[in-house]
């Protein structure tokens, strides 16, 4: 039986999917993933760090936290990624066929970028993929033709879903941008078209949002990601930017990325024949943003994830660079998949298990586990249990807790005081406790006595850092968190009173 490469696309969808609820249901939730559930949790038109559309996701699916567990809330990043993985096989199918469409999706489940961060955990990248991608499939079939009224509509799409994923995060307008610049140099044609204008209405409504959070509250969004980012700095910041080559690498998969850099020099060298319309609005609506992040790495922190919806819109076209050389393409690429499949299920195993890791034999119990990043993922449950029955025994489940950052505010608002129906409140400047800041005014001015957790991992003294506001600082347990009967680090209770 002949099976068409649509129904294939449709079972490495199912297969990647269930393979994701896997990696979903067994690894409790990171730092920003944990951070996010705060923006469903108090929904507002816009947040301090970022749009709100991860928030808005992640209440449809979890039934407004009807369902609030890391798999359920996970499903608003893994059902998007299956849509986005049907995305880029109808841009790959468009631009040439349907095995061009299939090696794209092959292509996007090596990517880790595209198949995990975005696409199992939790983040603002999650909806921003599937909304740049349906933007990217509409406007690659109008832009780079003659105007027509056939082609209104889709071009109104694909200005609404651009602003969709501009209210997912800022870097969106990079979209836009590509589209314009398409425009101005390559078909001015579209300028004598009334739709082209109305279509910005969708992006300015998305950015007008965000405007309006940010008027109401100083604009601190602005300040705060102006702060982080800065175009014009005479300082090389060289871990920055190591980090950020070294990053885009990985995220992207060096066999990705090493692709890509061949399809380059092919193009270059003109050795590699396609439609030079599509090759330029293709790399019109990427390579901007990930030339933006590398440059912006070399005088600030950057992160190689900002630039990651980019190599997966180039998919398609390394789609075609592939198909026209490689004969067994799609059997290695799936041999590939297999392969990573298999790293990240043991990778599971290796967190929860603690497998492969060497013990760490820290002296002083304050700074246990502060070389394992992988406890970021692990341990909370547990100090969940643990510590809800401390509560019943020191009779202090009644007070509220408070920490100096949002991190580990949110794994501790999340896993400890969520079951117990505790608040959590920030206590510090704003660059510090970010949402918190809102979060705070929501609930009752703290009293005269509440409760401080912190673990060996981040380590801080609560007199150091709270001795302006309480006098007496009482450790009420230590509790140690345990992976296969080994003591990995400790959490620490303390009850901070102001007489």
Not at 267 to 281: D, E
Not at 371 to 400: C, H, I, N, R
Request: with cysteine; aromatic share 18%; proline share 4%.
């Amino acid at each position: 039986m002949n099976i068409s490469y649509k129904q294939k696309v449709l079972v490495l969808i199912l297969i990647s999917v269930l393979l994701r609820l896997f990696l979903a249901g067994v690894l409790e939730f990171g730092n920003d993933e944990v951070y996010y559930w705060l923006y469903a949790k108090y929904p507002d038109v816009s947040h301090f760090d970022h749009p709100s559309m991860v928030g808005f996701f992640i209440q449809f699916f979890t039934g407004n936290l009807y369902f609030d567990s890391e798999l359920a809330i996970r499903l608003a990043a893994i059902i998007p990624s299956g849509l986005s993985m049907y995305v880029v096989f109808l841009i790959g199918s468009y631009i040439k066929d349907s095995r061009t469409g299939f090696i794209s999706c092959l292509l996007y489940c090596l990517s880790i970028y595209g198949f995990v961060i975005a696409g199992t955990f939790i983040l603002p990248d999650s909806p921003l993929v599937l909304f740049w991608l349906l933007s990217f499939y509409f406007f690659i079939q109008t832009i780079p033709n003659t105007p027509e009224k056939k082609y209104h509509v889709k071009l109104l799409l694909g200005f609404l879903f651009a602003g969709l994923a501009i209210y997912s995060k800022y870097q969106a307008v990079y979209i836009l941008f590509g589209v314009s610049v398409y425009v101005l140099f390559r078909n001015r044609k579209w300028l004598k078209n009334v739709f082209f204008y109305l279509g910005f209405i969708f992006p300015l409504i998305a950015i007008t949002l965000v405007f309006y959070w940010n008027y109401t509250n100083d604009f601190i969004s602005y300040k705060f990601h102006g702060n982080r980012v800065s175009f014009f700095s005479l300082q090389f910041n060289k871990n920055s930017f190591i980090r950020e080559i070294l990053g885009q690498f990985i995220y992207n998969n060096p066999y990705i990325v090493i692709t890509l850099v061949l399809m380059l020099i092919a193009i270059w060298k003109k050795k590699f024949h396609f439609r030079k319309n599509y090759i330029t609005f293709f790399f019109y609506c990427s390579f901007p943003l990930i030339l933006t992040t590398i440059y912006l790495s070399i005088s600030r922190n950057t992160l190689p994830h900002w630039s990651g919806v980019s190599h997966l819109t180039l998919l398609p076209l390394l789609a075609v660079f592939l198909s026209e050389r490689l004969k067994n393409i799609t059997k290695n690429l799936s041999i590939g998949i297999v392969i990573l499949s298999v790293l990240m299920i043991t990778t599971t195993f290796v967190i929860n298990n603690g497998l492969f890791l060497p013990e760490e034999n820290s002296i002083q119990k304050e700074k246990l586990g502060r070389k394992d990043a992988l406890l970021d993922m692990y341990g909370w449950k547990q100090a969940s249990e643990k510590l809800t029955q401390v509560f019943k025994e020191e009779y202090v489940s009644d007070l509220p807790i408070i920490s100096n950052r949002w991190y580990p505010a949110a794994h501790i608002d999340y896993y400890i005081a969520r079951p117990n129906n505790m608040k959590v409140y920030g206590v510090g400047n704003l660059n510090e406790i970010h949402k918190y800041y809102w979060i705070n005014q929501t609930y009752y001015e703290l009293g005269d006595e509440v409760l401080y957790i912190t673990d060996s991992r981040n380590f801080k003294n609560p007199k150091t850092l709270f001795e302006d506001r309480y006098s007496k600082f009482n450790l009420l347990r230590t509790v140690p968190i345990e992976r296969r009967g080994v003591v990995v680090k400790y959490v620490f209770l303390y009850k901070l009173s102001k007489v």
